[in-house]
């Protein structure tokens, strides 16, 4: 069970979840946090580089230490972050965003956040689990490879009654909210407490997507997720399941 947290923030750093690892090795104990106001070498999945320019975003990674986990429930912890940082932004400042399945959250076909959940084994077991979020908060552009597919809290709320968000109460926000939501999940180790309420808010849910699998590449229809967090999708009646890993869910006309 999730408890305390013990903050800490940096300006600079290369990575939060490098930082978070590297305490995890000099035996830090569950519920560290840190925050960055700018990350030099942010990490996306699949060796992807995450923009977090300085002041204008979130980073934060937490330290987990989950006891007699199985290796197989560790990706679920994605899913579970996901729902937090959906429930934080809908919470503080109305934002009804979806889950762009597995780790990505997104408004108005935008993203607007990604989760990058990383572990490590010792002796056969999972001897920590580093959660990393990123949150673009105050970011007006975005260099142009991913302009068209980005989008921050400020540029959201602009859209209608305007306001600004603020990086420190997100960042508390999306803690508690993970909180609540991990120590569900912990109980049964997958999606039993919250796949209906995952659901709700799946992009996509019923509608073409594209699996872009490094093998094969195919048109599918998204159907929900099954309680290990896996996406449900359906091919030519048949049901199959995608699991995390080196595999993007594309809406058919783009990113969403
Ligand atoms: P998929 O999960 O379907 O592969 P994706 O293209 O968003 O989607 P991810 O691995 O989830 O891939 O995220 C990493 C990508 O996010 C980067 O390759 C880059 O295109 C994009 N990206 C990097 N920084 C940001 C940011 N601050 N805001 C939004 N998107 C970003
Ligand atoms: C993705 O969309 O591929 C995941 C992006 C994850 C970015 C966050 S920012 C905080 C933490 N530190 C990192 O280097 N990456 C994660």
Same mark, same amino acid.
């Given at each position: 069970?999730?408890?305390?947290?013990?903050?800490?923030?940096?300006?600079? *750093?290369?990575?939060?979840?490098?930082?978070?690892?590297?305490?995890?090795?000099?035996? /830090?104990?569950?519920?560290?946090?840190?925050?960055?106001?700018?990350?030099?070498?942010?990490?996306?999945?699949?060796?992807?580089?995450?923009?977090?320019?300085?002041?204008?975003?979130?980073?934060?990674?937490?330290?987990?230490?989950?006891?007699?986990?199985?290796?197989?429930?560790?990706?679920?912890?994605?899913? *579970?972050?996901?729902?937090?940082?959906?429930?934080?932004?809908?919470?503080?400042?109305?934002?009804?965003?979806?889950?762009?399945?597995?780790?990505?959250?997104?408004?108005?076909?935008?993203?607007?956040?990604?989760?990058?959940?990383?572990?490590?084994?010792?002796?056969?077991? *999972?001897?920590?689990?580093? *959660?990393?979020?990123?949150?673009?908060?105050?970011?007006?552009?975005?260099?142009?490879?991913?302009?068209?597919?980005?989008?921050?809290?400020?540029?959201?709320?602009?859209?209608?009654?305007?306001?600004?968000?603020?990086?420190? /109460?997100?960042?508390?926000?999306?803690?508690?909210?993970?909180?609540?939501?991990?120590?569900?999940?912990?109980?049964?180790?997958?999606?039993?407490?919250?796949?209906?309420?995952?659901?709700?808010?799946?992009?996509?849910?019923?509608?073409?997507?594209?699996?872009?699998?490094?093998?094969?590449?195919? /048109?599918?229809?998204?159907?929900?997720?099954?309680?290990?967090?896996?996406?449900?999708?359906?091919?030519?009646?048949?049901?199959?399941?995608?699991?995390?890993?080196?595999?993007?869910?594309?809406?058919?006309?783009?990113?969403?």
């Amino acid at each position: 069970m999730l408890k305390d947290y013990c903050f800490e923030y940096y300006e600079s *750093v290369d990575s939060t979840n490098d930082r978070i690892k590297a305490r995890a090795h000099a035996d /830090e104990v569950q519920g560290l946090v840190i925050s960055a106001g700018q990350q030099t070498a942010g990490k996306g999945r699949i060796g992807r580089k995450w923009e977090s320019p300085s002041h204008d975003s979130i980073a934060t990674s937490l330290l987990l230490r989950p006891e007699e986990i199985s290796l197989d429930a560790i990706p679920t912890i994605t899913v *579970v972050a996901a729902m937090a940082v959906r429930d934080a932004l809908y919470c503080l400042y109305g934002l009804d965003g979806q889950i762009k399945w597995p780790n990505d959250i997104v408004l108005d076909g935008k993203k607007i956040c990604g989760i990058l959940t990383e572990m490590e084994l010792k002796d056969g077991k *999972v001897w920590y689990v580093v *959660v990393g979020i990123g949150v673009n908060v105050h970011n007006k552009n975005f260099p142009k490879e991913i302009a068209f597919k980005a989008t921050s809290v400020d540029l959201e709320l602009a859209k209608s009654e305007g306001g600004q968000g603020h990086r420190n /109460e997100l960042t508390n926000e999306i803690w508690n909210s993970f909180k609540k939501y991990y120590n569900i999940f912990i109980e049964t180790q997958d999606m039993t407490g919250l796949k209906e309420e995952y659901e709700k808010h799946l992009a996509n849910r019923g509608n073409r997507v594209r699996i872009e699998a490094q093998e094969a590449s195919y /048109e599918a229809t998204a159907i929900g997720i099954n309680n290990r967090g896996e996406l449900i999708v359906e091919v030519d009646g048949e049901e199959r399941i995608i699991r995390t890993g080196e595999v993007s869910v594309r809406g058919i006309y783009g990113y969403i």
